[in-house]
């Protein structure tokens, strides 16, 4: 399978904890974007990397939330602290610069008890 | 500030049977306009893109429409089958393909 991929699909933490979440874009693409779904909701828009480079962050990423591209492959995204109101579905997607045109992962289910 | 709307919240339709998804948008500048489905616990998949020049595409079962002066488009779902069921997001790309602008969904239930 040679598109996007996310793991863990799900996770379940208790309030407090750290949980980081692993991301890996179709392999030529040097784009990549974290979102977050809320039930009911459509995605909102967390970062992107172009490459290694963190290229803009949403108001929405707390300083509590980090998120890497070490080589510009995959990415990971922490959230310290964890929180009941992060329980959401993250969400990854890849693309390259100037296509219109994002792939989505299937998630990672998170859920803070 | 850039909008995507969505109508209606939810629709049941018996399998079959055809239905036909809103979105009104104001998003600015406009790049173009996909439909996404995305099922339960997944991912969401692009079903359709529409530029701003075109009004009508299909994919399968699927057709699409946009009107770019109303800032409108439908997507039409012909023959309905029970794996239709899900939810179909419009979305509205802008600023070199980065900035998505996300509706809220029409959950779709298909039942026999």
């Known amino acids: 399978d040679t598109g996007v991929s996310q793991d863990p699909r799900h996770k379940i933490t208790k309030r407090g904890q750290n949980v980081t979440f692993r991301c890996d874009p179709i392999?030529?693409?040097?784009?990549l974007y974290w979102y977050r779904q809320t039930l009911g909701q459509g995605p909102e828009f967390l970062t992107y990397?172009?490459?290694?480079?963190?290229?803009?962050k949403s108001r929405l990423l707390s300083d509590r939330f980090s998120a890497e591209r070490p080589k510009g492959s995959f990415s990971t995204l922490e959230i310290q602290r964890t929180e009941q109101g992060d329980s959401a579905m993250y969400l990854c997607?890849?693309?390259?610069?100037?296509?219109?045109?994002?792939?989505f992962g299937p998630g990672t289910r998170l859920t803070v008890t | 500030k850039n909008q995507v709307e969505q109508s209606p919240q939810s629709l049941i339709i018996l399998e079959g049977k055809n239905c036909t998804l809103q979105c009104n948008y104001t998003v600015s500048p406009f790049s173009n306009l996909r439909w996404y489905k995305q099922d339960t616990g997944r991912g969401p998949v692009s079903l359709t893109i529409?530029?701003?020049?075109?009004n009508t595409k299909s994919n399968g079962r699927y057709t699409a429409t946009l009107d770019a002066d109303t800032k409108q488009s439908s997507l039409h779902i012909t023959a309905s089958q029970l794996s239709d069921s899900a939810s179909y997001i419009c979305?509205?790309?802008?600023?070199?393909?980065?900035?998505?602008?996300f509706g809220t969904g029409t959950q779709l239930k298909v039942e026999l």
């Open positions: 997607a890849s693309g390259l610069a100037g296509v219109y045109e994002q792939y």
């Open positions: 979305v509205v790309y802008t600023g070199g393909g980065n900035k998505l602008t």
């Open positions: 990397f172009q490459n290694e480079a963190q290229l803009e």
């Open positions: 529409m530029t701003f020049s075109e």
């Open positions: 392999s030529e693409h040097n784009r």
